[in-house]
């Protein structure tokens, strides 16, 4: 069982940078992938960055260039950096972790990130 609880959300405006985080419980967290999904109103929920147990990363193609994500498993976090926002950034964005590969088992409640123009 893993507990995941973001933190990091907020108003920044449009061309800033944002870091999220994201705290877990458990003591297996370094097994674990994770990723940073959204969802904005009115949208499905979609992938944004996940990084394996061995540090490999993925992005969306959205955020590619502006996003990072890194993990610290001596700490059971995983972070995630956001720069150059847009608006269209606007969501609630969740921390996931998951034994497979692309494949999440637990969430978190999500934090919000809004972008103004």
């Known amino acids: 069982q893993v507990q995941l609880v973001e933190s990091g959300g907020g108003l920044v405006q449009a061309g800033g940078s944002r870091r999220l985080f994201c705290a877990a419980s458990?003591?297996?967290?370094?097994?674990?992938?994770m990723g940073w999904f959204r969802q904005a109103p009115g949208k499905e929920r979609e992938f944004v960055a996940g990084?394996?147990?061995?540090?490999?990363?993925s992005y969306a193609e959205s955020a590619k260039g502006r996003f990072t994500i890194s993990r610290e498993n001596g700490k059971n976090m995983v972070d995630l950096q956001m720069n150059s926002l847009k608006p269209e950034d606007t969501a609630v964005y969740y921390c996931?972790?998951?034994?497979?590969?692309?494949?999440?088992?637990?969430w978190g409640q999500g934090t919000q990130v809004t972008v103004s123009s």
């Open positions: 990084i394996s147990w061995s540090g490999t990363t």
């Open positions: 458990g003591r297996t967290f370094s097994r674990y992938h």
């Open positions: 996931a972790a998951g034994s497979k590969w692309s494949i999440y088992d637990y």
